[in-house]
């Protein structure tokens, strides 16, 4: 099946299940709600808004020297730096790695990009270990799923199927309340921290000048993987970076507040290398592995490329009429909602994943919610623009060329009034079938019925 | 050696490119007519306490904020008159959770308080197993700063006994002294920076609030797989 007709099929399907939509409203209920409250609290959103977008252009436009910047301070203090261009790529660094240290079993914590480079199952084929140490990210790997959503990624559960899910996998789930189900994955991931040959994480930010990589969490999980294994890998986009260590101030009570309604996230941590002379743990190896996989394409358009300025909050996805009403899975793609119907054509092919933003209200929701400002709703309209001009549909063409001549054409507009009126019981023959050539519209609406005189007519002979 | 000339040429592939993709130029984000002077010269970050959450101007006010984002966040706050009383703050903590050890790591305020509990004490700084702290009731731990804005702390593994002492154990007891509640986050970056200049730890933390997830329902549960506890003890 194509990726078009398999979104169409199961969005259709997810627009119609009554239970997915009560669980994702259930989930989103307060979103909004609490976001509201922890944005009036700042003195002023709207310049921290502009200060942060502001900010990620100077970074993403002056990319290479961030880059270069930052890998020069890592590995000044002894943190191994790679370049991946693509998936392949960054999973053969990865194997590499875990095949020098004799590795068997790996933690990780929550990194979008290994979902991009889908290294979990590159890993399992290898036959290594691996476990998602996140609470969202290990219910889905349980049920080898792909995260619904990239902030929260078990957010299309009840508590009550993640109960059975326990029970079945993990033989163990005293009742389905949300704290003895967090509890019984406390308990499992414990010695899999003590005991597992490397930890992995992504990373939020990446700061050019102190040469650190911020990583932002609410469990603890992550600072638990990148204290414990003996060798530590970090896995992400090159688009990451921020100028300054003080950046930070903003944009981590940002990301909390446009992700969750969160004043700030739990765990904010910054790496700056491996374990040090003195210090008392921490891994010995520390491997940071920077992806480009397509971004530079990205990136040379200058017309979207405020797309990398994406912190990944999840803000878009939250307020998205169209990603509350198919959900996170219809996509299809590693990054869902808005930001993902924006960049997945640039980074897995236009004419595959073009559909993406025809599904869309253009309502703007997105980019009124975006703590970076990207024009998400405008980037929309640019890939429909860009999709038709590359390859235009050959019938739609020939629609409105037909269309044009039959309008200017004063001639042929009253005949095809006539042939209208005239067709018009037919259409109600044929409707929603088939047989009909406007069955995708007609399937679900009524068309008006088309009166017998014309406003024009009616003008004309009005006495 | 192969190898490293592959490794090379990957990064400076990636970085032509990107160059390449850069020798044309993307509009400025909003209308500021003043950002392309002030993106060249300052950050445009560097006005963030002007826009973040106020903080009050005085001291006092600082610690009322601070206590009250500790209870928002459900973190203990315990505002003590003088040093002498933080043995008796912390006793009653261990007898209350049956404490039989603890983990802590070597400095001034944290011998004087792990001393004060009579426990036997891991401590983390010449290395230390980790099955062992796992079988800790709590570790206590100084900081670097406590942030008014956030009720958030501010750790380093310099400070606070490693990367693992502040988040392995159940419970995670703070020590700081009043001076060094910092008004907000910048602040505390600046703090850092002054700090630490040009030899920072390798790990710094902004820890806010105990371990928490909400990835069930999006319903509130603590110690998901940090601590469940956080208390701070400030003189």
């Known amino acids: 099946m194509s990726f078009v007709s398999q979104f169409k099929s199961l969005a259709s399907e997810k627009t119609r299940d009554l239970r997915h939509r009560s669980v994702i409203r259930t989930a989103l209920r307060s979103y909004e709600v609490v ?264 990136l040379a358009n200058a017309e979207q490329r405020d797309s990398l300025h994406c912190i990944r909050c999840g803000a878009c996805l939250n307020v998205c009429p169209i990603f509350r009403n198919v959900g996170g899975h219809t996509y299809g793609t590693t990054y869902s909602g808005p930001v993902g119907a924006v960049i997945t054509p640039h980074l897995r092919g236009l004419q595959d994943w073009k559909h993406l933003s025809n599904a869309s209200t253009l309502c703007g929701g997105c980019t009124e919610a975006c703590p970076v400002k990207i024009d998400l709703h405008h980037h929309l309209l640019q890939n429909r623009r860009n999709a038709s001009t590359s390859e235009p549909a050959f019938f739609e063409k020939l629609a409105y060329q037909t269309f044009a001549i039959v309008a200017n054409e004063p001639a042929f507009w009253s005949l095809a009034k006539k042939i209208g009126w005239l067709t018009q019981p037919l259409q109600s023959l044929v409707k929603g079938t088939a047989l009909d050539p406007a069955k995708a519209w007609t399937k679900t609406r009524e068309l008006p019925p088309q009166p017998l005189e014309s406003f024009k007519d009616w003008w004309k002979n009005r006495k | 050696m192969k190898n490293e000339e592959i490794i090379l040429s990957e990064r400076e592939k990636i970085l032509g490119r990107i160059r390449e993709a850069l020798k044309v130029s993307a509009p400025l984000p909003g209308s500021h007519s003043e950002v392309a002077a002030h993106a060249t010269t300052e950050s445009p970050a560097s006005h963030a306490r002007e826009w973040l959450p106020s903080v009050g101007a005085s001291g006092a006010e600082q610690f009322d904020l601070f206590a009250k984002n500790c209870a928002d966040l459900k973190a203990d706050f315990q505002l003590l008159n003088n040093r ?97 509640l910092v008004a907000d986050l910048p602040a505390a970056f600046a703090l850092l920076q002054q700090k630490y200049a040009d030899n920072y730890p390798s790990m710094i933390s902004f820890i806010t609030g105990p371990s928490r997830t909400g990835d069930i329902e999006r319903i509130l549960v603590l110690g998901a797989h940090g601590p469940k506890k956080l208390t701070i003890l400030c003189f």
């Not at chain 1, 199927?161 to 949300?178: M, T, Y």
């Not at chain 2, 670097?144 to 702390?153: K, P, W």
């Open chain 2, 84 to 180: 002498e009383e933080l043995p008796a703050a912390l006793q009653k903590i261990a007898a209350a959770e049956k404490w039989s050890r603890i983990a802590s790591h070597d400095g001034e305020l944290s011998n004087f308080a792990s001393v004060s509990l009579g426990l036997p004490v891991l401590l983390t700084d010449k290395g230390y197993d980790v099955q062992e702290m796992e079988k800790c009731d709590a570790g206590i731990s100084e900081c670097d700063a406590l942030i008014a804005q956030t009720g958030g702390v501010v750790v380093t593994n310099r400070s606070a006994g490693g990367r693992a002492l502040s988040v392995l154990p159940p419970h995670h007891i703070v020590l700081a002294r009043r001076e060094q």
């Open chain 1, 35 to 298: 976001r509201d409250k922890r944005k009036a609290a700042f003195q002023s959103w709207e310049s921290a808004r502009q200060a942060a977008a502001e900010t990620k252009w100077e970074a993403i436009n002056h990319l290479d020297e961030h880059l270069v910047a930052l890998t020069a301070k890592l590995e000044a203090r002894g943190t191994k730096v790679h370049w991946a261009s693509n998936g392949a790529q960054a999973r053969e660094i990865i194997s590499q790695i875990l095949r020098d240290k004799k590795a068997r079993s790996i933690i990780k914590s929550k990194a979008m990009t290994s979902e991009e480079i889908h290294l979990n199952h590159a890993l399992e084929k290898e036959g290594y270990t691996v476990v998602e140490s996140d609470l969202g990210e290990f219910i889905v790997q349980l049920r080898h799923e792909a995260p619904y959503h990239i902030v929260f990624p078990s957010m299309h559960l009840t508590r009550g199927e993640i109960k059975d899910l326990f029970q079945k996998e993990l033989g163990d789930a005293p009742s389905d309340s949300p704290e003895d189900l967090t509890m019984v994955a406390r308990r499992v991931m414990r010695q899999k921290y003590l005991t597992a040959d490397v930890g992995f994480t992504g990373g939020n930010f990446a700061i050019a000048e102190t040469g650190m990589i911020s990583i932002t969490e609410n469990e603890g999980n992550a600072r638990l993987t990148a204290a414990l294994p003996k060798t530590m890998i970090t896995l992400m986009g090159i688009e990451k970076v921020l100028p300054r260590f003080a950046d930070l101030a903003l944009f981590l009570p940002m990301l909390a507040t446009a992700g969750a309604g969160q004043p700030m996230t739990c765990y904010n941590t910054m790496y700056s290398g491996p374990r040090q002379p003195g210090e008392c743990d921490g891994p010995e190896e520390w491997h940071v592995v920077l992806l480009d996989n397509r971004r530079t394409e990205l």
